[in-house]
């Protein structure tokens, strides 16, 4: 089992700026893919971000291309999302999913709120 916790979320004002955190442990060798959703009220989760565990390879929502960026540290089995300029549209309960040998693992989300 792969247990992931998040952390970092909470109220921010727009155009603010905020740094999720996705700490893993368990059966961590072998995770291939991290990944960031999002899922605000009344909508299905959506993907944000994700990054690959050997080559580094990320990939991004359109949505925020050039506002986030999402990072790891393998050393602390810890991935990240460094989230800035953010809008009201970005408030959701963000959450980390791990995908290894063709299993996936969610953690329990964090919340988002962007307003003034």
């Known amino acids: 089992q792969v247990r992931l916790v998040e952390s970092g979320g909470g109220l921010v004002q727009p155009g603010g700026s905020l740094r999720l955190s996705c700490a893993a442990s368990?059966?961590?060798?072998?995770?291939?893919?991290m990944s960031w959703y999002r899922q605000a009220p009344g909508k299905e989760r959506e993907l944000v971000a994700s990054?690959?565990?050997?080559?580094?390879?990320?990939n991004y929502a359109d949505s925020v291309k050039g506002r986030f960026s999402i990072s790891r540290d393998n050393f602390k089995n810890t991935v990240y999302l460094q989230m800035n300029s953010l809008r009201p549209r970005d408030t959701a309960v963000y959450y980390c999913k791990a995908f290894r040998r063709a299993s996936v693992y969610w953690g329990q989300g964090t919340q988002v709120t962007v307003s003034s």
């Open positions: 990054i690959t565990n050997t080559s580094g390879g990320t």
């Open positions: 368990g059966l961590i060798f072998d995770i291939s893919v």
